[in-house]
Structure formats: C-alpha cells, structure tokens
T-cell receptor
C-alpha cells in the first residue's frame, strides 16, 4: 500500500500562477521529500523536510509539514512552462533505513 | 560524474525469458534501490541494498532477484518474465538515509 496520497491528481494552471499540491500519510515519519519527474525521465529531488520542521523554502518552492495532521503541501510560486511535470511526495518512516514510500503523484501542466 | 546509470534503456521480452537490468553509481553511495513504476502510480520498492554485501526485500519482490556486485553496482534479475512485469524500472542511490538520486530508467515490455 502507498504511504503518501497526493491531491489533486492533476492540476492545470497558467504561467505566473501558483500551484499547490498536498500529500497525506498514515504513519509517523522521519522525513518527507518531494520529487519531480519530467515525462519519460527519472525523478529529481526537490526538497526534504524533517519531522521536527514545519516549513522549508527552496527558490520558488515552499513546503509545509503538519505532523499532527500527517500532511504536507508543496507550493510552487510564479509557475513557468518548465514546471510542467509530475510531482511526488515520498515518506521515510521511522526505522526505514532510508527506504521511501511514494505517493501516486500530482500531474501539473503549466500553459504559457 | 555520471551519477546513476542504467542499462538498457528499453527492452522487449517474451514471457518466460530472463534478463538482468544493470545499475551503477559513481557517487560512492552506500545504499541502492530498485523501484518499478506503473502507469498512474508512484514508485514501488522492489529490493534495496543498505550497504555493500547486503540486500533486502521491498514492497514487491516476487519474481525478482538482486545482486550487489560491489559498492558501485546493483543489478536486478527477472528469471522468468511475465506480462505483469511490464513497467518502467528505476534504480536509485543515497549516501545515507535522505535524498535519493535516480537513474533515467529502463522501459521493459513483456509480451
């Protein structure tokens, strides 16, 4: 079973708009990570947030983590056409020895 | 640095054939992983190797075997391919327990 569930499954926005996607998980985690996958490519790591952190920024990305609700959100500000991709959350649960469980992803399309 | 490399990029097999997917990393990482990705789904862990000389099952290990040949290389073998193993296979590595670095994937079709 998949640990992370993402919402929405798909998102279509115009350039310049913000994109927000959410991830919920079921068991206690060590950290939560977000990855991007361009069509037909491997995954690229975007950002990692640890269980004792509440918010993290990286460029146009902002990630929040609410461990009481077992949820996280990824915000991409001022979207560009190059942000078109699938975004996955991945959770490293306690004592997982680095193993990650991935959600099904959010497919984001940014139109010029 | 090439990062994580995978061969082959594409492969078509007939049911019952065997093959080995190769993965190598040049980042001196300790841990390596094999995932499969099916349409509309996230990645599911097949096997992993926390360090050289050790391997363990992941979420979907049936029908697969692995070998951690050395610190650089981690191969995935399908002994008798089945259509249900049609998927895209990704290898990944990590120095510790955090960020994973992914290869470009192998697209496998089993007829």
């Amino acid at each position: 079973s998949q640990q992370g569930e993402e919402d929405p499954q798909a998102l279509s926005i115009q350039e310049g708009e913000n994109a927000t996607m959410n991830c919920s998980y079921k068991t206690s985690i060590n950290n939560l990570q977000w990855y991007r996958q361009n069509s037909g490519r491997g995954l690229v790591h975007l950002i990692l947030i640890r269980s004792n952190e509440r918010e993290k920024h990286s460029g146009r990305l902002r990630v929040t983590l609410d461990t009481s609700k077992k949820s996280s959100s990824l915000l991409i500000t001022a979207s560009r056409a190059a942000d078109t991709a699938s975004y996955f959350c991945a959770t490293a649960f306690l004592d997982s020895w680095g193993k990650l469980q991935f959600g099904a992803g959010t497919q984001v399309v940014v139109t010029p | 640095n090439a990062g994580v490399t995978q061969t082959p990029k594409f492969q078509v097999l007939k049911t019952g054939q065997s093959m080995t997917l190769q993965c190598a990393q040049d980042m001196n990482h300790n841990s390596m992983y094999w995932y499969r990705q099916d349409p509309g789904m996230g990645l599911r862990l097949i096997y992993y190797s926390a360090s050289e000389g050790t391997t363990d099952k992941g979420e979907v290990p049936n029908g697969y075997n692995v070998s951690r040949l050395n610190k650089r290389e981690f191969s995935l073998r399908l002994e008798s391919a089945a259509p249900s193993q049609t998927s895209v296979y990704f290898c990944a590595s990590t120095p510790g327990t955090d960020t994973q670095y992914f290869g470009p994937g192998t697209r496998l079709t089993v007829l």
